[in-house]
């Protein structure tokens, strides 16, 4: 049994295509089946869905093959006991720095101002002001990044953008530009060698359908 752990939502929705390349269609809908196992119409494929942060540990550990997961998470997870052989180019959205409109992040950076900032990636977000010489107190948040510097709890958060909607909405602005974003095929390496078979012939035709959206 090949075992594949996805996320409900865009990351589902964006992997059915290159799953049905692949030769495997799901014999539910997550988003209304209350089933956390679905099957598929291959007797030795079945996908597990689990919350988006928790893809890589259930890959890490071996209770899943596979999995798709954002490189957002993979930074957050660390990687440990994972290959990463694709970049699957769905999912893309940017790792920013936001703060509240009128909010003068340049200038509090420039006087080495200690800066709040809220987060779910404590750890990217550490990185990427490290780097920058900047002196922060990162507070974890775990949803709802947005309403922090609205409401005092922050200065700035880091957070994922794709349109820009949810920020405009409250009245948040984009300052920096930390990384792109985009999902990752995740593979444990044990599965990899001991069920290269199976393994092999999905992750060639992932690859061939990435390829072929690019061109
Ligand atoms: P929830 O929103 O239910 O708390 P979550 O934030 O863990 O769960 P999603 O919002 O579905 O899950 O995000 C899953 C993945 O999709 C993220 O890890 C990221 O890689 C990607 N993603 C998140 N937001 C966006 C976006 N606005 N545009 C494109 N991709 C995104
Ligand atoms: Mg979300």
Do not use: W
Request: hydrophobic share 45%; proline share 3%.
């Amino acid at each position: 049994m090949i075992t594949i752990a996805l996320s409900k939502g865009r990351i589902f929705e964006e992997t059915l295509p290159l799953l049905a390349a692949a030769g495997v269609v799901p014999s539910e809908d997550p988003e209304s089946s209350r089933k956390l196992i679905i099957g598929t119409n291959r007797d030795d494929v079945r996908l597990i869905i689990v919350r988006a942060t928790d893809v890589p540990t259930y890959v890490q550990y071996g209770a899943a093959d596979l999995g798709i997961a954002g490189k957002d998470v993979l930074l957050e997870h660390g990687g440990a006991g994972l290959y990463q052989p694709l970049d699957l180019e769905i999912a893309k959205c940017k790792l920013m720095v936001a703060v509240r409109e009128g909010y003068d992040y340049e200038g509090a950076v420039k006087q080495g101002a200690r800066l709040r900032v809220a987060t779910k990636y404590t750890h990217s977000a550490q990185e990427h002001f490290a780097a920058k010489g900047v002196h922060v107190d990162l507070i974890k948040l775990y949803g709802s990044m947005e309403l922090a510097p609205l409401v005092g709890l922050a200065d700035a958060i880091v957070d994922l953008v794709s349109t820009g909607g949810t920020l405009k909405a409250n009245k948040l602005v984009a300052v920096e530009h930390i990384r792109d974003i985009s999902s990752r095929l995740v593979v444990n390496q044990a599965a990899l060698k001991l069920k290269h078979d199976r393994i092999q012939p999905m992750l060639d035709a992932f690859a061939a359908t990435v390829a072929a959206n690019a061109g």
